[in-house]
């Protein structure tokens, strides 16, 4: 399942008073599709814009706003003390400013005192309160107290001010969430290199040559790969979707480009997983202004083709040496014996697994969300993954990476 990494894991979102509150039910929702055991605590000042029955709504649990009650014996500690992550957002000034020098006045504040687990805090306040010295020394007291601080981003606010203090958006937090849940994961400690997306060869100054790949198969490679607790660095040309929290992009636009960042990376790299799909040809020659349709005088346009170098064979010619990286997985897109065509280039290009696709399938490979594949290893093991989400696709490939470092 997609996000499993946050499923069962006990998290505390703490709102506080500001219009983003919407985008904190918004979370909460996300939170509750993942199947996180989500606790809310909302202040007297959020409950101002949205009840506790919006959360209880999306979450089907309680949201608490009571520090204390009859029925519930010292609520703070029991919440703080089982909790493997607390967020607050939005993060209000005012509970910013609570935070860095220790006041416990209500059930949010109180919580935090007595929590022993990673902390983030999502600002959100308008005008120039973010700015203020006194907003940016709290803060930093938080920040030197190890609490992980997301954003804010810059924007229009709800007074019509333009400004750095809007709440970044929820998606975004999730990955946040899953960066600091996963980070002692199975790969905790390993450099992991991706690669994703297709490359573009130019022709001319407004054309060039590509293939259909989305990068969304690298993408959700990085992020399971993230969620497992390594090191990333995502090498990608054109992608459909958002770089996840955590990895360092590199963005690259042709083969050669992508050739040379690969071969950089790879040299302290413990892991190569390579889903680009990375153009074999490229134009021998680059027109310096657009081709027109009548500069042939009619006659139909050639183009010559060079050989784009091979990133798989130059990794494993580097490998010789120096032992780096230490497995490395391939990718082949298929279109018939694919099975064969996928043994083929594992032997030739010296990989421990291969995960083969075939690419002609209207609901899996190129452009779409889904995929099936088939994941080869040196020792001759098959495991043939059904038709499902490229997410649980990459998660069940860094898996089977990962129990090779065991």
């Known amino acids: 399942m997609a996000n499993s990494i946050l499923q069962g894991k006990r998290i505390i979102l703490g709102v506080t008073g500001s219009i983003a509150c919407y985008k904190a039910v918004d979370l909460a929702s996300k939170l509750a599709q993942v199947e996180a055991n989500l606790d809310v605590i909302l202040t007297e000042s959020a409950g101002r814009f949205v009840s506790p029955l919006s959360f209880q709504s999306v979450t089907g649990r309680e949201a608490y706003s009571d520090l204390w009650r009859d029925s519930d014996h010292v609520r703070h500690v029991k919440l703080g003390e089982s909790a493997d992550l607390l967020l607050v957002a939005p993060a209000t000034a005012h509970t910013l400013a609570k935070m860095a020098h220790g006041m416990a006045d209500n059930l949010l504040t109180v919580t ?35 609490v992980t601080v997301i954003g804010p981003d810059t924007g229009r606010m709800a007074s019509g001010l333009s400004g750095r203090g809007r709440m970044v958006e929820p998606t975004e937090i999730l990955g946040y969430i899953r960066l600091i849940v996963g980070r002692n994961g199975p790969l905790m400690g390993k450099h992991l290199v991706v690669t994703a997306g297709s490359t573009q060869e130019p022709l001319d100054p407004v054309r060039y040559l590509t293939n259909r790949s989305s990068g969304k198969q690298g993408l959700a490679l990085a992020q399971a790969a993230i969620d497992a607790g390594a ?62 349709k009548d500069s042939q005088g009619g006659a139909d346009l050639t183009i010559f083709l060079d050989r784009n170098p091979d990133v798989l064979m130059a990794v494993q010619n580097m490998k010789r ?86």
């Open 112 to 146: 935090i005192l007595a929590a022993r687990c990673p902390i983030l805090v999502a600002p959100a306040m308008d005008g120039g309160m973010y700015e203020n010295p006194v907003t940016q020394a709290n803060i930093e007291l938080l920040q030197q107290r190890g």
């Open 231 to 292: 090191t990333v660095d995502l090498i990608s040309g054109p992608t459909a979707g958002p770089t996840p929290v955590g990895v360092n992009h590199i963005q690259v636009r042709t083969a050669v480009e992508m050739h040379d960042a690969v071969l950089a990376a790879v040299k302290e790299a413990d892991i190569l997983i390579m889903a680009a799909a990375v153009a074999d040809f490229r134009p021998a020659s680059v027109q310096e202004h657009k081709i027109k």
């Open 321 to 406: 040496p120096s032992d780096r990286p230490l497995f490395t997985v391939g990718f082949a897109a298929e279109t018939k014996d694919i099975v064969r065509h996928g043994k083929e280039k594992m032997v030739r290009k010296g990989l421990d697994f291969i995960a083969i696709n075939d690419v002609s399938a209207s609901d899996a490979g190129f452009g779409v969300d889904t995929n099936r594949v088939i994941l080869l290893s040196q020792d001759g093991q098959e495991e043939y993954l059904p038709l499902q989400s490229k997410a649980d696709i990459a998660e069940r490939i860094i898996e089977a990476v990962a129990g090779t470092f065991a």
